[in-house]
């Protein structure tokens, strides 16, 4: 909000102060790592909560396959570190940098709150998937955690479950704990042409069904169906020959290892849609995505997740076109001018018993609305 | 001594009217109220207690079970939610005021959707059975609990099951798409679906691993995997357990991540042998077993390089299978050590720590020096990827305090899990038998805040009551009659 600028900025040192501020304060909060996600959903009326103090990895155990950290921590200072071992997070959180025009790098609590996963989502899991346990001040001012760090854990309910997707309505997250996966020897793309979009997801569903192990396949209309095979050498060149037979004689073009990343970062952070003004991010079943397409009329549009992720651009806003395409699904608003997320609701309504029972959750945490009001809604 | 809520008398002495009031619910023969059958529902796999429940209603529907819940809501009647009855955590176990709800009639398989790669099944079919509904396909369900010939697929949601694949392919959450769950006050609640993601608060995900605590699971969509091409196995001793761990630490270091990586000790591995003759060495202070699938080029590969890592790290000797015959047969050992340590005593029991692996050599020899103060026997199998351990600690029922200590013992591993950085429970849920430990991993504001959410669906927690959280005023002791070896539960059920 324009009036932020005004307020001194909060900025708690430590959590024993974040907490202080969140029980004390005045005013509602919003809680902002790298600010990087602040233009998506309903602008929150509340005074700005920096958490930029909160960073730092606090133990990384590559050989355990688990990484802490604290939740402010930019997200690329630890897929450097990752990297500098070998691994990554598995489910690819994608970067809507040039969709969204921040200036600010995203941070890992971020990521989590917001459940985001790239392309790789429906081989590698989501990014609560990955999320293995937390420490965070909840609406009412209270220290608390929850999950554990361990990769194998079923001790008491799965909270984390509940803050990945959250997008900070519940609680300020201040330290994460993640699961990590070793990355790929190689990984190669093979581009098939696909002029329509049922003859895409015609594609994408026999290389998904197929034992070639396909990590991501995705279709531009303007580049055909793209099919990322991810792993060893070896393993990758057999699966690739496999692909191809299954494939017939549909027009191909593979793509080596370094041509192969750069797509899937542009294809998962949306980027062919950076210049439409209004940007939807839908999941349907698979199947649907066709008949989905064809009363969405997008001006322009990618498919992800196997036809199960559509971004869909349009110049002008039409939530009732949006909403009223959808059988089964739920579409977020992902960019779009302040004025129309003030009036629009960005996240799918849910129906009136589900509504209910997230009314309960929210208020289990932050009863008075202290984080985030309305940010959902 | 663990123990349940002290049973409400007014409900006791209300049991003619709401076995009559249940009745009206469902169909003819669909309430059970006579002991006898009763007590086929007085356990699970935590046999040591027992409990038969006021009645056992079965419904056949969705609109049964919202029925029968808002009845219970209105009557102010407890209830417990049942599978199978699997439960290792006494999840299922009933208390004397509630009424179960069996969703054994909850069988049918819904949907197999081949287009989105998933299947809708109804909560009460099995595990085994979702996979072989998609088999002829080359098809199958991931997650694999031992219990999968006769767990069911909303038990698994309710406990969040893993299972010997689970470091590959992830747990229950990692694989359910979609829930239809009726809540406490009988709404019915229809969670994801074929669809990716919530979209707003993942009640889906709160949902799997709520061990039956905020309402009931009658539907579920699970994703489905094409089935890897080949697997291999392969069979690794080592003189130390030392060496064994620093293996399974090179090996994910290295960038692998095996479909199936056990350990064994040395009580474990004797035990087995003795059972299946699986050839196993004798001479080995650890056994692993490492399983690779996928494309056979990449299998073979992987077998290559594990070798590799073993032999870098002292293993006495490494054994590929080449052969499926001989895959299975190195498995054998390994799946059937619950039986084959039950050979050794009348009675054991299992426990389910996990611990970040780096520690695993510190909490065996602590488990070692435990075992020689209680002066009870243990064996110990071990998902070595993920570190999670399971200690089987052995005694005898009828002799003096053994299960009492057998008790002690299992608790002070548990916290020994806790201290080195773990958890209490990695697959087999809290439910009753870790309930009163959850202080010992949980802040008081944390189990609070779990609590609220507990409140959030089940306000005056009539919904299996007594489990995984510590907040009992009043007491009542559990039955405990024991069965012993060769009589257990589920005896053609393995266990691993």
Redesign the interface.
């Known amino acids: 909000m324009s009036t932020i600028a005004a307020q001194p900025p909060l900025a708690p040192h430590d959590t024993d102060e974040l907490a202080e501020l969140v029980r004390t304060h005045p005013r509602p909060l919003e809680p902002v790592g790298g600010g990087s996600k602040r233009a998506i959903g309903r602008p929150v009326a509340a005074d700005l909560l920096d958490l930029s103090a909160f960073t730092g990895i606090v133990a990384y155990?590559?050989?355990?396959?688990?990484l802490t950290a604290r939740a402010a921590t930019p997200l690329a200072t630890l897929e450097q570190a990752l990297a500098a071992?070998?691994q990554r997070f598995a489910f690819e959180p994608p970067d809507f940098g040039s969709l969204l025009g921040a200036e600010r790098a995203q941070t890992i609590g971020g990521v989590l709150a917001c459940?985001l996963?790239g392309s790789r989502?429906?081989a590698g899991?989501?990014a609560?998937?990955h999320f293995l346990g937390f420490e965070a001040v909840?609406g009412r001012g209270?220290?608390?955690?929850?999950g554990?760090?361990?990769?194998?854990?079923?001790?008491?309910?799965?909270?984390p479950?509940?803050m990945?997707?959250?997008w900070g309505t519940?609680a300020v997250l201040t330290e994460v704990t993640l699961r990590v996966?070793?990355?790929?020897?190689t990984e190669r793309t093979l581009l098939v042409q696909a002029d329509t979009p049922a003859r895409a997801l015609e594609i994408l569903?026999l290389a998904?069904?197929?034992?070639c192990?396909v990590s991501s396949a995705a279709y531009d209309p303007w580049q055909g169906a793209a099919l990322r095979l991810e792993?060893?050498d070896?393993?990758v060149?057999?699966?690739l020959t496999?692909l191809l037979e299954l494939l017939g004689n549909a027009e191909t073009e593979t793509l080596a290892h370094d041509r192969s990343r750069a797509l899937w970062i542009k294809h998962a952070g949306a980027h062919a849609l950076a210049d439409w003004a209004i940007v939807w991010r839908i999941?349907?079943?698979?199947?649907h995505a066709p008949a989905v397409l064809a009363s969405l009329e997008p001006e322009r549009y990618v498919l992800d997740?196997a036809g199960?992720?559509i971004f869909a651009a349009y110049a002008n806003l039409d939530p009732a076109r949006v909403r009223g395409a959808l059988r089964?699904?739920?579409a977020?608003l992902i960019k779009a001018p302040v004025a129309a997320r003030a009036t629009t609701c960005s996240?799918?309504p849910?129906?009136a018993?589900?509504a209910?029972?997230?009314d309960?959750?929210?208020?289990?945490?932050d009863p008075n609305h202290r984080l985030n009001p309305r940010r959902?809604d | 001594m663990i123990c349940l809520p002290e049973p409400d008398a007014e409900i006791l002495a209300r049991r003619g009217a709401i076995l009559a009031g249940l009745s009206k619910l469902v169909a003819p023969g669909n309430v059970i109220d006579d002991a006898l059958r009763l007590k086929a529902y007085e356990t699970d796999a935590l046999t040591a207690y027992r409990q038969p429940p006021l009645a056992v209603v079965l419904p056949e529907s969705t609109a049964e079970v919202a029925a029968i819940l808002r009845y219970a809501e209105r009557e102010r009647v407890n209830v417990v939610p049942r599978g199978a009855g699997t439960s290792l955590s006494g999840g299922a176990i009933p208390a004397a005021d509630a009424i179960v709800v069996g969703l054994g009639k909850f069988n049918r398989i819904l949907d197999i959707d081949y287009a989105n790669r998933c299947v809708v099944a109804q909560s009460g079919v099995t595990n085994l059975a979702l996979s072989h509904a998609v088999a002829d396909r080359g098809f199958y369900y991931a997650p694999d609990p031992s219990s999968q010939i006769a767990c069911t697929i909303g038990g698994n949601v309710a406990e969040n099951s893993g299972g010997v694949h689970c470091l590959k392919y992830g747990l229950t959450t990692n694989n359910v798409l979609g829930l239809e769950l009726v809540t406490p006050d009988g709404e019915v609640l229809r969670l994801g679906g074929k669809h990716l993601d919530s979209g707003h608060y993942d009640l889906l995900g709160l949902t799997v691993g709520s061990e039956g605590l905020i309402g009931i699971v009658t539907e579920v969509t699970v994703r489905i995997l094409k089935r890897p091409q080949t697997a291999r196995a392969l069979l690794i001793a080592f003189p130390s357990v030392e060496e064994a761990g620093a293996t399974v630490a090179a090996i994910i270091a290295s960038g692998i991540i095996p479909s199936g990586m056990e350990m064994m000790d040395r009580p474990a591995i004797h035990a087995a042998e003795a059972f299946v003759h699986a050839g196993y060495p004798l001479d080995a202070e650890a056994l692993l077993i490492v399983e690779l699938d996928g494309p056979a080029v990449e299998v073979d590969l992987l077998i290559e390089r594990v070798t590799a890592i073993a032999a870098a790290h002292d293993a006495s000797s490494c054994r590929a299978s080449q052969s499926e015959q001989e895959r299975l047969a190195f498995w054998a050992g390994r799946k059937a050590a619950f039986p084959a340590v039950g050979r050794l005593s009348p009675d054991y029991y299992c426990m389910d720590g996990t611990i970040p692996r780096r520690e695993l050599p510190k909490v065996l020899r602590a488990i070692s020096d435990m075992s020689a103060r209680f002066g009870l026997r243990v064996a110990n199998v071990f998902h070595a990827g993920d570190g999670n351990l399971h200690p089987l600690i052995l005694y005898d029922a009828n002799v003096g305090e053994e299960l009492e200590k057998a008790e002690q013992f299992g608790q002070e591993i548990l916290k020994l899990c806790v201290d080195v950085g773990g958890v209490l429970t990695g697959e087999h849920g809290v439910g009753l038998e870790k309930r009163d430990l959850m202080t010992y991993q949980f802040g008081p504001t944390d189990l609070e805040i779990q609590h609220r959410v507990k409140r959030a669906f089940d306000a005056d927690l009539r919904f299996n009551p007594g489990k995984v959280y510590p907040a009992l005023s009043r007491c009542a002791e559990l039955g405990r009659e024991h069965v012993h070896a060769g009589t257990e539960r589920f005896p053609g059920v393995p266990r691993f």
Request: net charge positive; aromatic share 8%; glycine share 10%.
């Open positions: 155990e590559p050989d355990e396959l688990v071992h070998g459940n996963a989502r429906i899991g989501a609560r998937d909840s209270e220290r608390f955690k929850a554990g760090k361990v990769v194998k854990n079923v001790t008491g309910y799965d909270l479950k509940l990945a997707g959250s519940l996966a070793p990355v790929p020897e569903t998904m069904n197929s034992s192990d792993g060893f070896a393993s060149t057999a699966r496999a999941s349907v079943p698979p199947s997740w199960g992720l089964e699904g739920h977020t996240f799918q849910p129906p018993s589900l209910a029972a997230f309960r959750i929210k208020a289990a945490f959902l």
